[in-house]
């Protein structure tokens, strides 16, 4: 009869996903405290607390651990919320604007920004990764959004739209982005930041109708 209960002492045997979700957590941690450079596969077994043979069995290398941290950063659909079809396209634009740039600002996306552009000399193609599954995806989300309103009416193709989307979403973050990166600044003074960002970019861009 087998029995289900761990024997004291010896830790529970995790699956597969688990042991994933110990690792990144683990490195994403090492390599925030150390930096990518001098963080160690051997440092962040020690930090998940497992055998560094189990580590290197579900990632090979560092490069390997970095791009998988890199992949699991939550979607930015998840941060937006689904349209109201029937509200004002400039109260769509602010609600949009709102979720990616809190996306984008948040504390997790904030630290994997500042370790992928530590690395991105070094590491070109994990740099490239990290732009295309999330300002790409932010840009292209955005147009998507947008499309049923008339904002983007007087873009006559898709590469005109994406180009307007950037410089829309440039004139609210660019500043504030860097200072969030640069100064470390804290969640409750970038919201009140991103809102004074957005209010004033609406009543330049985007007057309301008279």
Known sequence: ?????????RPPVLDETKRRELILRAAEEVFASLGYGDATMEEIARACG??????YKLFPDK???FRALIQSHDPVDAWVASPDEAADPRDRLRELLIGLAAFILSPRQLALTRL???EARKSPDLAALFYRECMDRAQTLMVERLQPTNLLANAADMERKKLLVDVFLGAILGQLHL???????????L?????????????ALCPPAT
């Open 116 to 118: 992928v552009i530590s």
């Open 50 to 55: 497992m055998a560094k043979k189990s580590v």
């Open 1 to 9: 009869m087998s029995n289900s209960v761990a024997s004291p002492g």
């Open 63 to 65: 490069p390997a651990l």
């Open 191 to 203: 919201m009140r930041q991103l809102q004074i960002r957005i209010d004033a970019a609406l009543a």
């Open 179 to 189: 200072q969030a990166l640069i100064l470390d600044m804290d969640q409750d003074t």
